[in-house]
Structures are given as structure tokens and as C-alpha cells.
């Protein structure tokens, strides 16, 4: 059974930078696409960044993008959320996911992905 375990959340102020890290285990990581979501207060969970097998391709959420920097280790199973700039709107419990290869996903939603952490609160407040 595939687990993930997320760590690295935290309470940071606006402008700071957190990094956030998914160690898997009980899988053929190098086998799984990796992503990241996040939920917020009365929000639901949504896509934040997705990184292929390989780690060449990396797509994020337009609110994200340029300051968020996904990554993985295939030699250490772990999954990384490099975060800078942080906003007060990134407030959120930040949910690491592993998603078996299949055609006709897009790895952009919750359903795409069979393995989930118990996420990491990040807040980000002054």
C-alpha cells in the first residue's frame, strides 16, 4: 500500500518562504505522478502543481505559478513544495498525492490521483 507523509508546514508571515516534503513509501515512486493540493478554510481541495514521472514537466495553478516550485527525488521517494512569496490567500492544509500513470488524465484534479497524505497546515498571516 502506497503511503505519503507530508511535512514542513508551518506559520510563516507574508513574503516568507516555506518548504514543504512528501515522503513516499510501499510503491514504485519513480513509477507515480506527484502532485500537490491544497484546501482552505471553507474552500474544497484544489490543484496547486503536478510534476511527471520524470520530472521534466511541471504545471501549476495560475495563483501559483512563479512562485511555487515543485520537485521530486526518484532516488529518495520524496515529493518537494518549494514555496516563496508567500500570500495570506495560501493559507491552506497542503495535501501531497500520488497518481497511478493512465491515459486520459490530466493530473490537474483530486479524482486523477489514488493516494493521498494527511496534509500540512501552512498559514501565512502577519
Known amino acids: 500500500q502506497v503511503q505519503l507523509v507530508e511535512s514542513g508546514g508551518g506559520l510563516v508571515q507574508p513574503g516568507d518562504s516555506l518548504k514543504l516534503s512528501c515522503a513516499v513509501s510501499?510503491?514504485?515512486?519513480?513509477?507515480?505522478?506527484m502532485g500537490w493540493f491544497r484546501q482552505g478554510p471553507g474552500k474544497e481541495r484544489e490543484f496547486v502543481s503536478t510534476?511527471?514521472?520524470?520530472?521534466?514537466?511541471?504545471f501549476y495553478a495560475d495563483s501559483v505559478r512563479g512562485r511555487f516550485t515543485i520537485s521530486r527525488d526518484n532516488a529518495s521517494n520524496t515529493a518537494s513544495l518549494q514555496m516563496h512569496s508567500l500570500k495570506s490567500e495560501d493559507t491552506a492544509v497542503y495535501f501531497c498525492?500520488?497518481?497511478?500513470?493512465?491515459?486520459?488524465?490530466?493530473?490537474?484534479?483530486?479524482?486523477?490521483?489514488?493516494?493521498w497524505g494527511q496534509g500540512t497546515q501552512v498559514t501565512v498571516s502577519s
Open positions: 498525492a500520488a497518481g497511478n500513470l493512465a491515459s486520459g488524465k490530466n493530473y490537474r484534479s483530486t479524482k486523477d490521483y489514488e493516494y
Open positions: 510501499g510503491g514504485a515512486f519513480s513509477s507515480l505522478r
Open positions: 510534476i511527471s514521472t520524470d520530472g521534466v514537466r511541471r
